[in-house]
């Protein structure tokens, strides 16, 4: 098959050109945000997301934290649609991430946040939807249609778009200088060749490994597999795994591991030694592992955008091992585009 024979494939190769329109077009409502952000000088934030969202949230998380110092608390929409209850929000600024901006549960508890005393921000797809109606401040992704029901480019441009909030919020110049040099490096991520990982993933079940901001890629990772390739996949952080979930690891069982240039690294290289030495076909985004195998990754000028290039290679691989199972990875069974729930 050619490289354009799926949606998802055309909107990866895409990634590179929505994050550079995101950069040149959308300054300023990062800086907007940024400056609402130092006024309310906010004691702790909140995120509002479901799926891929809730990994770029959980991606932010780490972020804001390591970044910002501040603790993010990820809160369940059905608090407010489902239990009917107002949060206490005074002294919160909320971000809630969704690409269609329709789904009533996000956008309802987004709207009670905000009279509840948060400050309210969304990073949307969609400038005209009803979640950028409620909040305070709005980051366009400038991703251009996305008609794959499996989310690439809007999942990455999300991570752009709230990293880059947050490091003009710090005033980060190392940072900002390597998110406006992430288009050239997420060109060369597209095509990294990880089709050794690609040929262990027969249809048994995975583990997807990371740890800090590369745990959010992991989670994303195994969506994604379950998503677009039927298979299922677990998703840990390389903390927890070696606790209780390896005993379910046999010859040959596949685990990919995120890790990024970070403090996380070589404790992560460690983990995914240590599932292979019990049998597991490990692969490692990292060149510091001994028995797994290294795959072959594009690193960024920064270690917080690292993340953003290692999932960029993986949804290349993922849409080539749907395509090779005879699945057809823009129409997911059973999935739609907006999932609108309550």
Known sequence: MSEHSSKMRQEILEIPDAVERLL???????????ALFKNTDPRFLITVARGSSDHACLYLKYAAELLLNLPVASVG????????????????LC????????????????????????????ITNSTESRLAEVTDAVLPLHAGPELSVAATKTFVTSLVAGLWMLAETKADG???????????YLAQAARCDWSAAAEAITGRSLFTLGRGPSFAMSNEAALKIKETCQIHAESYSTAEVLHGPVSIVEEG???????????????????ADALAEKGSTVF?????????????????????????????????????????????????????????TV
């Open 24 to 34: 040149s077009q959308g300054a300023t409502n990062i800086q907007d945000a940024a």
């Open 77 to 92: 929409p059905s608090v407010s649609s489902i239990y009917d209850v107002d949060l206490r929000a005074e002294g919160a």
């Open 95 to 122: 971000l809630s991430v969704s690409q269609s901006g329709q789904s009533p549960d996000i956008v309802g508890m987004t709207r009670s946040l905000k009279s509840s005393g948060g400050v309210t921000v969304a």
């Open 174 to 184: 190392e940072l900002s200088a390597a998110i406006r040099s992430l288009p050239e």
């Open 253 to 271: 069982f596949p685990t990919i591991v995120f890790a990024a240039g970070d403090a996380a690294e070589l404790s992560t290289a460690e983990a």
């Open 284 to 340: 490692a985004t990292t060149n510091r592992v001994t028995r797994a195998q290294a795959l072959p990754v594009t690193r960024t000028d920064h270690w917080l955008s690292d993340p953003i290039a290692t999932i960029t290679s993986f949804y290349s691989m993922v849409e080539a091992v749907a395509r090779a199972r005879g699945i057809d990875p823009d129409t997911p069974r059973h999935l739609r585009k907006v999932t609108e």
